[in-house]
């Protein structure tokens, strides 16, 4: 292809990347998350690796969202009432939480400035148009909403800071309000029949317990943001999300032992993302509520979430190579 073509608006690229589901933030979500995951199990190289990917996917893909809000805003709006319109946030969320870890908490303070501003408007936009019988994805405006407590608690660590400690509580429960009303709409047939996006039911519980435990970690002298009542059920409400996450784990991994769905989908990133999520969880909880002896399980599910993304991965490469191959011999010449 001539340097020419593939600068054209109808090259095969441009056409593949254009027909990108909002669903595709997914990826940044996964990839992040198990960036995430292999710092607290101290595996700092490969976790600067994957953070990388991340930050790159997510450049790109902001610069998508924002091309499409200036010039084709009824695609924009059109996309933006769909659930996978919530992975911006969440995506967002999960990469400053990971770059906050590094040190860079100004750049952390731009990414929830960003995912702050995103937050009510897709929110809005998403759950005014649930309807019944939802796939997975329904249950991201959980995720979004906790993403947003994540970061906040890890940041009012990380700076002192109260205010952003007490609206990352508020985001909390209200994180679990919105769990508790996506359940409601969520399809249970989804269970043996989704393609990936499904797992997100155990998902947005293991990044509730994340939050819960980032929340109880915030706490210090200084601080002093909870006393001991707000504590203990902190504790006890982080403790039962990881539990009902690792039992909602077990549920879909049997799901997909009797029912294999192997197939290629854009929606496994969403598979990648509840597992990686939970091992974070599992590690955080770990530490914050100092049990010594979930790390070891912690570690486990993140390698096995790292061979989900290396599967997954491996399975967008080759979808995107016969994706271009099949534009290219259909376009033009």
Known sequence: MSGASSRSPHSPLRTWWAQRPPAAGAAVMATGIVSVGLHLAGHETLSRIALA???????????????RLLWDRARWVAEAETPGALTAVAATAVLGTRVSALGRQQLAEVLLAIAALLWPVLIALVVTHWTRRMPGAVFLACVATQGLAVLGATLASA???????????????????????????????????????????????????????????????????????????????????????????????????????????????????????????????????????????????????????????????????????????????
Do not use: C
């Open 159 to 333: 700076v002192s800071t109260a205010w952003l400690a007490h609206a990352a509580l508020v985001l909390f429960w209200l994180g679990l309000v919105l769990y508790g009303l996506a359940l409601a709409r969520f399809d249970l047939r989804q269970v043996t029949a989704g393609a990936g996006d499904h797992w997100v039911a155990g998902g947005a519980l293991a990044i509730s317990a994340l939050a819960g435990s980032k929340l109880v970690a915030a706490d210090s002298a200084p601080l002093y943001l909870w006393n001991d009542d707000d504590s203990g059920v902190l504790r006890a409400v982080t403790v039962a999300l990881l539990v009902l996450d690792l039992a909602w784990y077990v549920v879909l991994l049997v799901a997909e032992a009797l029912k294999p769905r192997p197939r290629y989908d854009v929606r496994r990133w969403a598979t990648v993302f509840p597992m990686g999520m939970t091992s974070a969880a599992t590690l955080s909880v770990a530490a914050a509520l100092d049990v010594s002896w979930l790390r070891t399980p912690g570690q486990v599910l993140l390698w096995i979430a790292v061979g989900a993304w290396l599967a997954v991965a491996a399975g967008a490469v080759a979808s995107a190579r016969a994706g271009l191959t099949s534009l290219r011999s259909t376009a033009p010449r």
């Open 53 to 67: 990917l991340a930050g790159v996917a997510w450049v790109a893909l902001a610069a998508d969202f924002a091309v």
